[in-house]
């Protein structure tokens, strides 16, 4: 069947760089945003959040960065390896609602 | 610690016959999701159980029903498919914002 990865935006780098990956969120009334990694053929996988009154988060290897004056959110890997390939998606909730709005979604490819 | 199953992992149907997707969780999670995923789109949200006893339509209700059988089970029901529900579909559930993924289901209507 058809990969869940194609017709998607891609962003090709080699091993080792900097990864930057962008999403555009339509609500300026969200106030919570999520970053998940979706590998082939298996479900999304959180990898970091960030609330409204903040403007950037860091984790173990990755960073989130917010601009609510144009809403969008990005997704910063360093030294991108290999296993980092997969799909990556944003989510945004507004407070209140239990649900939440993906992106479309992020290709990314690795090479070693 | 399962976190949250889904069964079947592949199904294939004809058109017109039901079947319904398991899910469960073992997180004591309150609420549960039901998502399709199509090549190149996001998910989109069929329908959800804030808590036990409760169900709401999503996006793409059309076709589908759920039962939220107690808090760990949420299943999908497709009474009549058809080649537009092919698919893979993705149950989660979550405490607050942050929603757990299952390995989803591949469905294939012919």
């Known amino acids: 069947g058809e990969s869940v990865g194609l017709h998607l935006p891609t962003l090709s780098v080699q091993e080792g760089d900097n990864s930057i990956i962008n999403c555009a969120y339509s609500n300026s009334a969200s106030d919570y945003f999520i970053w998940y990694k979706q590998e082939s053929g298996k479900g999304p996988q959180f990898i970091i959040d960030?609330?409204?009154?903040?403007d950037k988060r860091q984790g173990q290897r990755v960073t989130v960065l917010l601009n609510k004056t144009v809403k969008h959110l990005s997704l910063q890997i360093a030294a991108t390896q290999p296993g980092d390939s997969a799909v990556y998606f944003c989510a945004e909730n507004m407070s209140g609602y239990s649900t939440l709005t993906f992106g479309k979604g992020t290709m990314l490819l690795v090479s070693p | 610690n399962a976190g949250v199953t889904q069964t079947p992992k592949f199904q294939v149907l004809k058109t017109g016959q039901s079947m319904t997707l398991q899910c469960a969780q073992d997180m004591n999670h309150n609420s549960m999701y039901w998502y399709r995923q199509d090549p190149g789109m996001g998910l989109r949200l069929i329908y959800y159980?804030?808590?036990?006893?409760?169900?709401d339509k999503g996006e793409v209700p059309n076709g589908y029903n759920v039962s939220r059988l107690n808090k760990r089970e949420f299943s999908l029901r497709l009474e009549s498919a058809a080649p537009s529900q092919t698919s893979v579909y993705f149950c989660?559930?979550?405490?607050?914002?942050?929603?757990?993924f299952g390995p989803g289901t591949r469905l294939t209507v012919t």
């Open positions: 960030i609330r409204s009154n903040m």
């Open positions: 989660a559930s979550t405490r607050s914002y942050e929603q757990y």
């Open positions: 159980s804030a808590s036990e006893g409760t169900t």
